[in-house]
Structure formats: C-alpha cells, structure tokens
C-alpha cells in the first residue's frame, strides 16, 4: 500500500550554536521521505526540482523504494533556498534568505500510477498546491495528513480552512495551533481545530514532545532528552514521515496504532537533530532505529501498582 | 515510617488571567502536607507561622496525619506573604509584594518525635536553614530531597552546594538546573548537578512535564493536558509532595519507585492548578487520585509491536 509525499526538496544553508553549513540537500519531502523509507519501500513522492539538484541524492532515495515519477524537474530552474540561523534555545531561528525559485510556480501533476495511493501526506505548502493534490487524487486516500504554517494562517487563512475539511489529520506546532483555534489552551485548541475538519490533530511542541488530540483522547509522546540538538532543522518532516512510514507499514489508522506512529515519528526526528541536515537520515539502520524506540519505551514506562 | 516535611506556611494574594484572590493560605510545607497526606498519615510539619494563621487550617492538616509539634507559632507576628500576577502563558509571573515577616528569622528545632523519620523534604528555604535541619537529625533519613530556587543560587551559592552534598535528590525547574550547572543541555546539567552531591536529579518543566536523571537512566512524565491552568502557585510543591508521599507509603526509594512516585505527583499537581491555593487539593479524594493517575497511564501508553 503506497505513501504518497508532497512538498518541497530543496538546499538549506544553515547555521546552528555548534557550527555552520552553506548548502546541504533540504525541503520537507526530502525529510519525510528519509524517514519513512525505513519502514516502506513504495513512496511516492511529489515535487519540484531545479537543474541543480544533485543525482546522486536522488538515486539514494530511488534505492530506498522512492518514485521521483512526481518529481518535476526544472532544468534551467534553480532548486528553493533557505537559509537560517538558530539560537542556543533553537526554538527561534532567524530566516536569512527563502529564495522560491521553481517553487513559485509549483503544479503539481499526479502521474497515473500514483493514483490508488492509500497514504497521503501533504507537506506544508501553499493551501491551493495542498487542496489541487487532494482534488487529482481519483480515490480518496484512507488517510491525508497536512502539515501547514502561521504564515499560510496570515496570508491564505481561507484557502486553508477549505484544505482542513477534506483532511484526517492535521500537523502543527503549538503556536500555530493557538493562531488558527485564537485558543491559548492546547486542549481548546485541538478542539476547535476537530471541528474545522481533521478528526485527529498533532500538536508539535519541539523538545517538549508532541500531542494527538482525537475526540475526547489524549496521547503525549516526549522527545529523547539529548545532549545537544545540534540542528533542528527538517526535525518536524522527519517526524511526519516516520509518522506516515509507519501507518503505511501496518496498515492501522486507528487512534492506538497513531500513538505508536508518534513514537516512531519522535524517534526518526530523535536522530534527525543529531547532524546537520539528512545527514544523521541517512546513516541509521534498522538495529539503531529499533533501539532508539526502545529508549522511548524506557523514558516513559512506569509501573502503576500504588499501595 | 514517617516522612519530615520542611518549609513555609503563609498567605498569598494571587491574580491569575481567570481571577483574583486576595488571601489564601499557601507556603511550600502547606501545598507538600495536602499532597502527601492522601497517601500517608505520619507527617511531621516543620514551618513557622504568625498569630494570624488559621486554627482551622491547622485543624484540617492534623486531621490528616500531620503533626504540628515542628510548627512555631509566633502569637504577636505575621505570617509570610506573598503577592503574585500570572499571565497567560503561566510560566511568568510579577512579584508584587514579600512580606518575610516570621520567616525572616526562621529557625526550626526539630522536635525529638520528629528524630527517626525515613524521608525528608526541604522544601524551598535558605541553605542555612535547609541544612540545620539535616544536621539535627542524629540518624539520616533514607531519602533527602531538597527543591531550591535561583534566589540562593544568586546570593548564596556556595551555602546551598554545602547542602546539595549532603542531598539524595534536587528538585529544580529547568532554567535553574542550567544556572546552576551553567549547562544548556538539560541532560549536561542533570550530569553535572549529579557531580555535586544528589544521586538523582528531578527537573520540573511545569506544563511540559518534569524528567528524572539517575546515573545514564532518564525517565519523563507528562504533565496532564489541561483545559485551562487556573493557578500554578504550588504546583512545584504539590508535586514534590505527591513524590514523598508515595514514597513514605511504599517505602521504596529505587529509581523504578521514583518513577511512580513523579506520575504521583504530576497528578496531585494537576489537581493544584485547577483552582485557586490550595482549594483543589482540598476537596480531592482517594477515587479522584486514581482515576487521575489512570489517565496518566492512559496519556502516555503505547503498543510497541513493529513491523
């Protein structure tokens, strides 16, 4: 049963309290991709490329089961470009440089054999691309996840709420889950956002973990307490794919396999942090994935018999 | 076995962006004793108040299990006051008015009944006084734990890294874990806090929970999503007095019992925000407890079978 990712694949240069890089492969379906291939190997991914992106990358994530069928490429176009800086809390970043390049003019086209996609996960990306993917897909996906932005709540805030009535699960952190519900409680804002659409709703708050609201149910997963987040960047995609790997491997949507698929999409974002950009990605094998999972069981597991 | 608690009893007038109330007990010792007395009824209280402080208040503790002969009671002095605005994010808060009053010459003599007792908690004071209090118990108790604040941290350092050797557990929030270990990284500052004294490090985070560090063993408890935090003043004490109390009933002081002992006291301190002062913690009873450590449970619980 295929993965069907949209967004973005792209160069970051970023720039972290532990060291600086001036151009490392990014982009949100690079991230998820990455993850999810440790757990399925029939993704297809949705995108656009400039002549400027490396092949080499992309025969990494064809080795991984990865179809670039949907991937656009721009030959005499440049790849989007982002660069950042990140303070020593790294919950704030400063943004240097977005340059769209063939992002801005992003249409993305379903190829034939992406349709029957049983997975979707929709990247955060301006609501109409979101909503234009939705529409082309013939069958109707078992699950569609979006991940979005405050800036798409300032600037598309209707275009967005016309994409939340058609998806299952929404993505966000918390100060974009307080923006578009206007709640300061996280509680009242998972609410609110179940009844713009989305039956469940993750709320990401960074090292402070992540949160599935589903009707009257709660799931806390933490992140691994770690000794240095050397860079944050793509943590967020990393966990949606390992999120989206998961459902996609078991084949469970229901609201008790989406707590294990928050474990597994904390544990890949666990790794992500440790180097800069994919690079911690795409080291890890299997063994070390499975280990890491375990230190989450281990982190939270407790007994209960009190006296 | 009987668990020592010491700490302040006092008054606080506290503004909240849900209300306001301009006299309410409190103290550190006051919010520990309720939460600890729902799982033990041998409590020795060490505190000092004026003549203004309620019998009646007096007379619901004992009924409780807690002895009073550590309490001074300073018939023509004021008991401590303190005076606080929260806003919205409750993790800020203004000071408006310390009044030391009997506090300022806080000398506690610990009753020879008190001699014996298994568990001690410091509660928030001057090192000087946090450590009279360990060096007048002639046999050490199996488990000291001490909180602090980054008041003494400032003016008082090298007085409360005396204390902190003689210590098995620091209860700390996270930014004064990092002033006192001058370490960012929470998992660097647990491992250097450890080098100075306690065994076991407890960094409370309020509404994104608390993370017990042991040697290279790390555990997380959640703190229960709530609708609305109605007032946090006390939640820290609840928590630790939550802790004891489980402890002092299982008498079991193992990190896998410490665990337990922190779900214990995210619950009690769950209990503490949801109205004003102590008035939640007062009115709970056991079934409350346990259903509220059951959605514990249910909060962080996940199948972890893999593909």
Redesign the interface.
């Known amino acids: 049963m295929s993965l069907t990712i949209v967004g973005s694949m792209a160069f970051d240069a970023l720039e972290t309290p532990f060291g600086k890089v001036d151009r490392i492969i990014g982009g949100s379906a690079t991230y998820a991709a990455w993850a999810a291939s440790n757990?399925t190997n029939d993704i297809k991914q949705v995108s656009i490329v400039g002549g400027d992106f490396p092949d080499e990358e992309v025969a990494k994530l064809e080795k991984r089961g990865v179809d670039f069928e949907g991937v656009e490429v721009v030959k005499d176009g440049k790849s989007f470009f982002w660069s950042g800086r990140y303070h020593?809390?790294m919950n704030t970043r400063d943004t240097l440089v977005t340059e769209l390049n063939v992002l801005e003019h992003f249409n993305p086209q379903i190829p034939d054999n992406y349709q029957g996609s049983d997975f979707l996960f929709l990247g955060n990306l301006t609501p109409d691309v979101q909503m234009s993917v939705i529409d082309q897909m013939k069958e109707r996906p078992k699950l569609v996840v979006m991940d979005t932005m405050n800036f798409w709540m300032d600037i598309a805030l209707d275009g967005l709420k016309a994409v939340l009535k058609k998806v299952d699960v929404l993505m966000v952190n918390d100060s974009e889950a307080r923006q578009l519900s206007d709640e300061?409680?996280?509680?009242?804002a998972a609410a609110k956002i179940q009844e713009m659409g989305p039956k469940f709703v993750i709320i990401k708050?960074g090292e402070?973990?992540a949160?599935l609201f589903h009707d009257k149910?709660?799931?806390?997963?933490?992140a691994l307490?770690?000794?240095?987040?050397f860079d944050p960047t793509g943590a967020g995609d990393t966990f949606a794919g390992g999120f989206m790997g998961?459902i996609a491997?078991?084949k469970d949507v229901s609201f008790?396999?989406m707590?294990?698929a928050?474990?597994?999409g904390s544990a890949m974002a666990s790794f992500c942090v440790e180097k800069f950009g994919p690079t911690r990605l795409q080291e890890v094998a299997k063994d070390d994935v499975?280990a890491r999972?375990?230190q989450f069981?281990?982190?939270?597991?407790?007994?209960?018999?009190?006296?």
Chains 1, 2 share one sequence.
């Open positions: 757990f020593m809390d300061y409680s996280l509680v009242k708050k402070h973990g949160l149910h709660v799931f806390f997963a933490p307490p770690l000794e240095d987040v998961h491997a078991t008790e396999n707590k294990t928050i474990i597994v499975q999972i375990n069981v281990d982190l939270v597991n407790f007994d209960i018999d009190l006296v």
